[in-house]
């Protein structure tokens, strides 16, 4: 009964606008998807640790992985041309080690450090309750339509709105299944695992996420990190 970690660190970062991708900037002379790796080192649930990158940038994690601690990595395999083909990747990597029934993967984006461990426990927690689990946050936001990305006249309520984070857990044995039927049906380029799954008809069950799981994905996103770093070091936020 494992619980393994898939960090997907494939992106390039077009929209950081830097020269390496956005999961490598070192920040507080750390690389981003290093706290991310730690997270998940930390957590005594936590089994193993399997990252999905680009070419070229294997040696350089798994060097990363040796000078910070991090002895769950169990391997680095290459991503794919898209985020679904990346996480195929390592999930099949993962199944040829982890296939017994009640194994489970926990899909996380590598761009997502502040994930805490209550978090992930959630996740787990859900998955083996209900057999998947897709982190949410309750939308707060006026949500409003528009067709032509300039106005707007209709809004949608957010009362029954969730906005999704990662982790995203499953057992092993079915999300196989799942990335097999989407091929056999032409689903190639879903955004992520729960769209693969709502794109098949398959129920998903929702786990607790924080608003501090942030996604980095622009510069003003490295500053915000930075900043809850900081608000973390000083322990008086929660």
């Known amino acids: 009964m494992k619980?393994?970690?898939?960090?997907?660190?494939?992106?390039?970062?077009?929209?950081?606008?830097?020269?390496?991708?956005?999961?490598?900037?070192?920040?507080?002379?750390?690389?981003?998807?290093?706290?991310?790796?730690e997270a998940f080192q930390r957590h005594p649930q936590i089994d193993g640790i399997e990252i999905v990158c680009l070419d070229g940038w294997h040696e350089i994690v798994r060097a990363y992985a040796k000078q910070f601690g991090i002895a769950k990595l169990e391997n680095v395999v290459s991503g794919?041309?898209?985020?679904?083909?990346?996480?195929?990747?390592?999930?099949?990597?993962?199944?040829?080690?982890?296939?017994?029934?009640?194994?489970?993967?926990?899909?996380?984006?590598?761009?997502?450090?502040?994930?805490?461990?209550?978090?992930?426990?959630?996740?787990?927690?859900?998955?083996?309750?209900?057999?998947?689990?897709i982190t949410v946050v309750?939308?707060?936001?006026?949500?409003?339509?528009?067709?032509?990305?300039?106005?707007?006249?209709?809004?949608?309520?957010?009362d029954n709105l969730k906005i999704t984070q990662t982790p995203q857990s499953f057992f092993i044995k079915d999300i196989m299944k799942v990335h097999k039927e989407a091929l056999e049906k032409g689903i190639t380029n879903s955004v992520a695992s729960c769209t693969l799954y709502i794109e098949l008809g398959k129920k998903l069950y929702m786990s607790q996420g924080s608003e501090k799981n942030l996604k980095i994905t622009t510069v003003e996103d490295v500053e915000i990190f930075k900043a809850l770093l900081e608000a973390r070091k000083e322990n008086w936020l929660h």
């Open 80 to 133: 794919g041309v898209n985020g679904q083909q990346s996480i195929l990747n390592g999930l099949k990597d993962i199944f040829s080690r982890h296939n017994d029934e009640d194994d489970i993967v926990l899909i996380h984006d590598a761009i997502r450090p502040m994930v805490s461990e209550e978090v992930i426990s959630e996740n787990i927690k859900i998955c083996r309750k209900y057999g998947n689990a």
């Open 3 to 37: 619980n393994i970690a898939l960090i997907i660190a494939g992106g390039v970062g077009a929209r950081m606008g830097q020269d390496i991708p956005k999961q490598f900037l070192n920040v507080k002379d750390k690389p981003i998807f290093v706290y991310t790796m």
């Open 138 to 158: 309750p939308c707060t936001a006026a949500m409003l339509k528009t067709y032509d990305s300039v106005s707007t006249t209709e809004q949608v309520s957010r």
